[in-house]
């Protein structure tokens, strides 16, 4: 165990409640890597953070715990075999138990990115553009796709061949090909921010460019790439 009291950072609690919109559970290992699944295995994420853990600890409710961390001003934790005890500026304290890693839907393996054969970029004012739009319109699906020699990004219903669509033109190179990568929004759980993204025939990364922090997003069945 230690007994080194850590404050975690904004940032590291931001995405901590960003993975928690991904998976309840969340698993930490030895080190400064904190990863997460969905629960439906169609989505990961990875960030370096700032603090070092030492201790190998399992959380069954993210959202309960970030709820306990909201009670405290300027909070810290120390990390032991069985707990975290949580402290802050008051005399409250709070011994929060682990739960057991077998128990939670966790990653156990790295993410072997297939060979990327498109790439863009997209800004936080785009994709907040986006997110109103699917809100508003009420439509499910967002597509990056290749439209004469152009990289776009398309809010639809794809299940609707007559629903209201809005297009959003992307920097990035299709050369010459012809493809279309679809998601559901409601899948796309990112931390705000710009992002790199980068396309295989199954999946889109999409890399945050300010932290090191990366996602993983398998593509619908629908979605087609000829190069």
């Given at each position: 165990?230690?007994?080194?009291?850590?404050?975690?950072?904004?940032?590291?609690?931001?995405?901590?409640?960003?993975?928690?919109?991904?998976?309840?559970?969340?698993?930490?290992?030895?080190?400064?890597?904190?990863?997460?699944?969905?629960?439906?295995?169609?989505?990961?994420?990875?960030v370096?953070?700032?603090?070092?853990?030492?201790?190998?600890?399992?959380?069954?409710?993210?959202?309960?715990?970030?709820?306990?961390?909201?009670?405290?001003?300027?909070?810290?934790?120390?990390?032991?075999?069985?707990?975290?005890r949580?402290?802050?500026?008051?005399?409250?304290?709070?011994?929060?138990?682990?739960?057991?890693?077998?128990?939670?839907?966790?990653?156990?393996?790295?993410?072997?990115?297939?060979?990327?054969?498109?790439?863009?970029?997209?800004?936080?004012?785009?994709?907040?553009?986006?997110?109103?739009?699917?809100?508003?319109?009420?439509?499910?699906?967002i597509?990056?796709q290749?439209?004469?020699?152009?990289?776009?990004?398309?809010?639809?219903?794809?299940?609707?061949?007559?629903?209201?669509?809005?297009?959003?033109?992307?920097?990035?190179?299709?050369?010459?090909?012809?493809?279309?990568?679809?998601?559901?929004?409601?899948?796309?759980?990112?931390?705000?921010?710009?992002?790199?993204?980068?396309?295989?025939?199954?999946?889109?990364?999409?890399?945050?460019?300010?932290?090191?922090?990366t996602?993983?997003?398998?593509?619908?069945?629908?979605?087609?790439?000829?190069?």
């Open positions: 165990m230690t007994n080194n009291a850590i404050a975690l950072s904004k940032t590291t609690l931001a995405v901590l409640k960003n993975f928690a919109s991904m998976n309840s559970n969340l698993h930490v290992m030895p080190g400064n890597i904190i990863k997460t699944i969905t629960p439906s295995m169609t989505g990961m994420a990875k370096e953070v700032e603090e070092e853990f030492d201790t190998e600890f399992g959380i069954w409710d993210l959202n309960k715990f970030l709820g306990v961390i909201s009670l405290f001003n300027n909070p810290s934790f120390e990390f032991h075999d069985k707990y975290v949580i402290s802050g500026n008051n005399s409250s304290v709070v011994n929060y138990y682990y739960s057991d890693p077998s128990l939670l839907t966790i990653p156990t393996k790295e993410v072997m990115m297939p060979e990327v054969v498109a790439e863009t970029t997209i800004t936080q004012e785009m994709f907040n553009e986006i997110s109103r739009t699917s809100s508003v319109l009420q439509l499910p699906d597509s990056f290749s439209n004469n020699g152009e990289f776009y990004v398309i809010v639809s219903d794809r299940s609707d061949p007559t629903s209201n669509r809005s297009e959003i033109k992307l920097d990035g190179e299709t050369n010459g090909a012809d493809f279309s990568f679809n998601f559901k929004i409601d899948n796309i759980k990112l931390l705000p921010g710009n992002y790199k993204i980068s396309f295989a025939k199954k999946v889109g990364r999409f890399e945050n460019e300010n932290i090191n922090l996602y993983w997003f398998a593509a619908q069945p629908d979605s087609h790439y000829n190069g």
